[in-house]
Nanobody
Framework: VQTLVESGGGLVQAGDSLRLSCAAS????????MGWFRQAPDKEREFVAA????????DYADSVKGRFTISRDNAKNMVYLQMNSLKPEDTAVYYC?????????????????????WGQGTQVTVSS
């Protein structure tokens, strides 16, 4: 992975859905755990979701479990975050991240410091 570019952010109303995309350049994309993080104004960047090399293992923050779904397409070097039932508290800049190690069978990497590569972020704003 050389670069990560997020897209799909925007302004929506509470209850709406958005799908974020992250395009990765470089080879061996399938050998990277992919994650999504978010950062709201004046808050720390926090874990949202992660997915293992082949999508067998996924991991979610409690705050988004049941509403967000992470997926990947290794043939296209893409990772996605489907966000449903959006809430105003989901408002943040969303970042795509990559780590050159696979998840365990039960959980993926949830710490910001564990990831090797980052995108520039895409803004998601949810109005009430």
């Amino acid at each position: 992975v050389q670069t990560l570019v997020e897209s799909g952010g925007g302004l929506v109303q509470a209850g709406d859905s958005l799908r974020l995309s992250c395009a990765a350049s470089g080879s061996t994309f399938s050998r990277y755990t992919m994650g999504w993080f978010r950062q709201a104004p004046d808050k720390e960047r926090e874990f949202v979701a992660a997915i293992s090399w082949w999508g067998v293992t996924t991991d979610y923050a409690d705050s988004v479990k049941g509403r967000f779904t992470i997926s990947r397409d290794n043939a296209k070097n893409m990772v996605y975050l489907q966000m449903n039932s959006l809430k105003p508290e989901d408002t943040a800049v969303y970042y795509c991240a990559a780590k050159m190690s696979d998840c365990s069978n039960y959980r993926c990497y949830e710490q910001r410091s564990e990831y090797d590569y980052w995108g520039q972020g895409t803004q998601v704003t949810v109005s009430s």
